[in-house]
């Protein structure tokens, strides 16, 4: 098992920062990938950023420039610097962590995913 607390939300105006963070906890020695969804009003969870335990990232195309994944390296927090917000950046931005994990020698790998609870960012004048 594997938790996730998010913090660092709030709201702000168009054009400018926040940074998010999310601390794992329990088991994140099988964490191999860390990420940020973020889902708005009426509208589908969608990926924002990963980061793999290689620290490989990977920003959504509407974010790169402005966005910013950081931290990880198996275990400890992840960050999304976020800058030169915009309205449309408004949504609940969600943790996940998916881990892998080799219960024997000839077993297949076991994969799981796990999500915050969600931190509200809120872009507005």
């Known amino acids: 098992q594997v938790q996730l607390q998010e913090s660092g939300g709030g709201l702000v105006q168009p054009g400018g920062s926040l940074r998010l963070s999310c601390a794992a906890s329990?088991?994140?020695?099988?964490?191999?990938?860390m990420g940020w969804y973020h889902q708005a009003p009426g509208k589908e969870r969608e990926l924002v950023a990963t980061i793999s335990n290689s620290g490989v990232t990977h920003i959504t195309d509407s974010k790169k420039g402005r966005f910013t994944i950081s931290g990880g390296n198996v275990g400890n927090t992840v960050y999304l610097q976020m800058n030169s917000l915009k309205a449309e950046d408004t949504a609940v931005y969600y943790c996940?962590?998916?881990?892998?994990?080799?219960?024997?020698?000839?077993?297949?790998?076991?994969?799981?995913?796990?999500w915050g609870q969600g931190t509200q960012v809120t872009v507005s004048p």
């Open positions: 329990g088991r994140t020695s099988r964490i191999i990938d």
């Open positions: 996940n962590a998916k881990t892998r994990f080799v219960p024997c020698i000839e077993c297949n790998p076991i994969v799981r995913e796990y």
